[in-house]
């Protein structure tokens, strides 16, 4: 198709990863054979909903007990909050961090994609440099990002707490490094 992104597995397996959509199951071995059949050739054919246990077995010679599972973490990564979505695309210079700076200050995927190189300035560790990068990546991944949100992604600003879990981290605001050797989590999983 016309200005359609053809991604490697290397761009898939990234949005997949647990920093970005977080689809578990969804590994090297299964994100080539997807990419190789030539049925998933961007993100949002990763995610659209003809991505079922089927498919995953016939075209990513996935394990038919491992299906549903991968089926199941790629619904949830439909509604992944923005900030997961804005990894996920690779653009440069927007990393887990960066992404949830600017999830925060402009909300959603459209006001994002909105954003003129003044706008993003106005973002925290965004200078006169990246700014332009950025806007002209968004610009490049337009038909992606026109799929990504009529699949409803990218209108929730952040994560939502777990049930029964605290709505304000006790520690807000607050520095925290990690050392030594972690048995229940991982720094990464510490670091969000």
């Known amino acids: 198709a016309k200005g359609r992104m053809f991604a490697t597995p290397r ?19 299964q994100v080539d054979n997807l990419v190789s059949s030539g049925k998933v050739m961007d993100i949002a054919d990763l995610l659209e909903n003809g991505l079922d246990e089927a498919f995953l077995v ?3 010679k996935v394990a038919e007990a491992n299906a549903p599972k991968i089926v199941e973490q790629v619904r949830k990564a439909r509604s992944a909050p923005l900030a997961r979505v804005v990894t996920a695309l690779g653009i440069s210079g927007t990393g887990r961090s960066m992404s949830r700076r600017l999830a925060k200050h402009f909300g959603t995927l459209d ?12 973002v925290d560790k965004i200078g006169e440099v990246k700014a332009p990068v950025i806007v002209d990546e968004l610009a490049s ?14 209108d929730q ?18 520095a925290v490094c990690v050392t030594g050797s972690l048995k229940s989590r991982t720094r990464t999983e510490l670091h969000t």
């Open 11 to 29: 761009v898939l397996l990234y949005a997949a990863s647990r920093d970005a959509l977080d689809i578990e199951g969804l590994g090297p071995v």
């Open 58 to 60: 016939e075209h990513g």
């Open 111 to 122: 006001a994002l994609r909105k954003a003129s190189v003044e706008d993003l300035v106005a």
């Open 141 to 154: 991944l337009s038909d992606l990002l026109d799929r990504l949100q009529a699949m409803g992604m990218g």
């Open 157 to 174: 600003e952040q994560e939502r707490p777990a049930e029964g879990t605290a709505t304000a981290p006790t520690l807000a605001g607050q």
